[in-house]
């Protein structure tokens, strides 16, 4: 199994446990995008990241990301497609009542994370890394994931 995968996995653990605290595998100058959603934005450096996902998670309330389906590719990039969950503290919607699917692009160098790109729009995540139709919507456990390039 891929060093890279192990390293998007263990990151993806803690998210799933709500923990956003750990930062140990990110790189220094790491940039972090939200490419659509409900705070678009860009990011860079940790001290930047953790700022920006500061006000995005205190937008919310038991928000909480979990992966269905793990995939290398290439360059050192690894795809996962996600469900989000979690009410807006103002609004009171439902993040799982919109079928919130998405997907996040992490770029792994020298075992550390040198950028995640998060998509809230599943369709356009695939779209954008040429990927659309080559991932099944149905969710995989950790040992029936593809991992390799398509």
Do not use: C
């Amino acid at each position: 199994m891929s060093t890279n995968l192990d390293l998007v996995r263990s990151i993806y653990a803690d998210w799933e446990r709500g923990d956003f605290s750990v930062a140990k595998w990110a790189h220094p100058d790491m940039e972090y995008v939200h490419t659509d959603g409900p705070d678009p934005g860009r990011w860079t450096g940790l001290a930047d990241v953790t700022k920006g996902l500061r006000n995005f998670l205190s937008a919310w309330t038991d928000w909480w990301t979990s992966a269905e389906q793990f995939r290398e590719l290439d360059d050192g990039r690894v795809a996962v497609l996600n469900r989000y969950s979690g009410r807006g503290k103002t609004s009171g919607v439902e993040v799982a009542q919109t079928r919130a699917r998405g997907a996040a692009v992490f770029r792994v160098q020298g075992g550390k994370v040198t950028s995640i790109v998060i998509y809230f729009n599943r369709d356009r995540a695939l779209g954008d890394l040429g990927l659309a139709g080559a991932m099944p919507e149905e969710p995989t456990t950790p040992n029936q994931e593809s991992s390799s390039p398509p």
